[in-house]
């Protein structure tokens, strides 16, 4: 064997050696962008929704000939410890008014931090933050109670929605946990139920101290 013929063979044997060890080599994960990280965390902990009922039914009282209603406002948590909800709503003013709005039994307990209702634009700002030594809430229960005298046809369609600047916050994240809010739309005039439906989901909503 030439001496030629022997340093090929070994530059080809030291060659092979180099692309062995970097293909055994483990390799770093690629680094994730920051926007993209951020975006991924945020799908972590955004999990709890809000719904308006669509179903509002009549509150009987003996003092007004004219019905008040009544429907609710549903959270579900999907996991996070809920301490605050601030409600941000719009009301249709051409078929609801003496628009209000009270904590319901998942926040029974809770402090108004604000509530401001304008009748001529239609809108409301609600909030409610969790009892002082009460860390939040899980699982779904109602947040808050919207009642309202109607005006129109029967068959005329309200609405209540939910605005962008709603948010859900809870312990442990500094930033909103909500996901979605589903607003309610349902005919006026006598085509509601005349009682609550049976099942609000509250009484599944537990405290967490």
């Given at each position: 064997?030439?001496?030629?013929?022997l340093?090929?063979?070994?530059?080809?044997?030291?060659?092979?050696?180099?692309?062995?060890?970097?293909?055994?080599?483990?390799?770093?994960?690629?680094?994730?962008?920051?926007?993209?990280?951020?975006?991924?965390?945020?799908?972590?902990?955004?999990?709890?929704?809000?719904?308006?009922?669509?179903?509002?039914?009549?509150?009987?009282s003996?003092?007004?000939?004219?019905?008040?209603?009544?429907?609710?406002?549903?959270?579900?948590?999907?996991?996070?410890?809920?301490n605050?909800v601030?409600?941000?709503?719009?009301?249709?003013v051409?078929?609801?008014y003496?628009v209000d709005?009270k904590?319901?039994?998942?926040?029974?307990?809770?402090?108004?931090?604000?509530?401001?209702?304008?009748?001529?634009?239609?809108?409301?700002?609600?909030?409610?933050?969790?009892?002082?030594?009460?860390?939040?809430?899980?699982?779904?229960?109602?947040?808050?109670?919207?009642?309202f005298?109607e005006?129109?046809?029967?068959?005329?369609?309200?609405?209540?929605?939910?605005?962008?600047?709603?948010l859900v916050?809870?312990?442990?994240?500094?930033?909103?946990?909500?996901k979605?809010?589903?607003?309610?739309?349902?005919?006026?005039?006598g085509?509601?139920?005349?009682?609550?439906?049976?099942?609000?989901?509250?009484?599944?909503?537990?405290?967490?101290?």
């Open positions: 064997m030439s001496r030629r013929t340093i090929l063979i070994v530059v080809l044997i030291g060659i092979t050696a180099v692309l062995l060890a970097i293909a055994l080599t483990p390799r770093e994960p690629a680094p994730v962008p920051s926007s993209l990280q951020q975006a991924r965390n945020n799908q972590s902990f955004a999990q709890t929704t809000l719904r308006i009922n669509n179903n509002p039914f009549v509150v009987k003996a003092s007004s000939a004219v019905p008040t209603y009544s429907t609710d406002v549903i959270m579900a948590s999907g996991g996070n410890k809920v605050m601030q409600l941000e709503l719009v009301f249709d051409t078929h609801l003496n709005i904590p319901g039994q998942l926040f029974q307990n809770a402090t108004e931090l604000i509530k401001k209702i304008d009748s001529k634009k239609g809108t409301i700002s609600y909030a409610l933050a969790a009892p002082l030594g009460q860390k939040g809430f899980l699982d779904k229960g109602t947040v808050a109670v919207i009642t005298l005006n129109g046809k029967p068959g005329e369609i309200a609405q209540i929605s939910f605005l962008p600047k709603t916050t809870a312990l442990g994240i500094d930033k909103s946990v909500l979605t809010a589903i607003g309610a739309t349902f005919p006026i005039a085509t509601l139920p005349s009682s609550p439906p049976q099942n609000t989901g509250s009484p599944s909503s537990r405290p967490v101290y």
